[in-house]
């Protein structure tokens, strides 16, 4: 089955203390990408990915960093979170071509506290 | 840069009824592709329906279509026959891409629908 996979699915942290959610892929896309979801904000992009070794910045990518080492996984990496991190957080990929859809993952709740 | 807006935070229709959804978008590129998200319960986004904007004929999926109006850069969602599994939230999505390859989905703030048994 195609699908994206997210882990963890919830998470209540501290302050401060770095954490990675998981992004995985079994469709070989090469573009994969990280919004993050909050009310009356609706998805904003926070980084993407083109390719391996490939990334570059959203609309909001301060406090968060990315890696592409393997065509499949896209983790976000959270160095030192605070608490307006605090949102719902949804991975991305599709093949590319513009009207190919995006699929994305189930979604990750982070609480930072 | 490019923005999406829906004026609609919340709407409720009684099932079997027809209902629309508003979204308006801003933007100077020429070719785009437009695109309503549904977001149920279960917070997974489902892509509903999708829109090249340079063709005029409107996009249709079963009991979804939009009326794309290119000059007035509106794209409206209307769902026919309403079903309770259509309680969800909307999301309007517009999508253009830099030089660089970026695939980024502009969203809008979200439609929240209520179908009324």
Redesign the interface.
């Known amino acids: 089955e195609a699908q994206v996979t997210q882990n963890p699915r919830y998470l209540i942290t501290v302050t401060g203390k770095k954490l990675t959610v998981t992004c995985s892929q079994n469709m070989n896309h090469e573009?994969m990408?990280w919004?993050r979801q909050d009310p009356?904000?609706?998805?904003?992009?926070i980084y993407?990915s083109?390719n391996v070794e490939v990334t570059?910045k959203?609309?909001v990518p301060e406090g968060y960093k990315v890696s592409r080492k393997e065509k499949r996984n896209f983790p976000l990496i959270l160095e030192s979170p605070s608490p307006n991190q605090t949102s719902?957080y949804?991975c991305?990929s599709?093949s590319?071509g513009?009207?190919d859809?995006?699929y994305?993952g189930?979604?990750t709740r982070l609480t930072v506290t | 840069a490019q923005t999406v807006t829906q004026s609609q935070p919340e709407m409720s229709v009684q099932e079997a009824e027809t209902v629309t959804l508003s979204c308006t978008y801003d933007t100077s590129e020429s070719n785009y592709y437009l695109f309503w998200y549904k977001q149920p319960p279960s917070r997974q986004m489902i892509l509903v329906i999708r829109q090249e904007a340079y063709k005029q004929q409107n996009a249709t999926e079963n009991r979804f279509s939009v009326n794309f109006q290119k000059a007035a850069k509106s794209f409206s969602l209307k769902i026919s026959d309403s079903q309770l599994g259509d309680t969800a939230m909307y999301f309007c999505a517009f999508m253009t891409w830099s030089n660089f390859g970026n695939e980024k989905l502009t969203f809008g703030t979200g439609t929240r629908l209520t179908i009324i048994p």
């Open positions: 573009y990408s919004y009356g904000l609706g998805l904003r992009q993407y083109m570059d959203g609309d719902l949804f991305a599709s590319g513009g009207l859809e995006q994305f189930p979604g």
